[in-house]
């Protein structure tokens, strides 16, 4: 399991990076009057945060991996899929972002 934390973790750190670098197109068009929209993801994403920067996100994403390595192995695999889901989301979105942009 220490592998997969450590895979989470790498992961985590590439996107990290995207999103800041997106965060600074989304201000950069803001300034420009442009990105008009009130969240990321949806009331249907498995996010509970709700913002309009990638970086909020990373961030529940880092409480979720940071929480995962005081759980037990059930409970791991049992929370595994959701974060997975959650990370494979944000760099779905970030990589769309970056081509449309």
């Known amino acids: 399991m220490n592998k997969l934390l450590e895979a989470l973790h790498t992961n985590l750190e590439q996107t990290y990076r995207k999103a800041v670098d997106a965060d600074n197109s989304l201000n950069a068009l803001q300034q420009d009057g442009k990105g008009k929209f009130s969240t990321i993801f949806g009331d249907d994403s498995p996010f509970t945060t709700r ?10 994403l880092a409480e979720d991996i940071q929480a995962l390595k005081a759980l037990d192995e059930d409970a791991l695999k049992a929370q595994l899929p959701t974060v997975v889901k959650k990370l494979e989301l944000l760099l779905a979105t970030l990589s769309q972002f970056k081509q449309t942009v």
């Open 51 to 60: 913002s309009k920067r990638f970086i909020g996100y990373v961030q529940e």
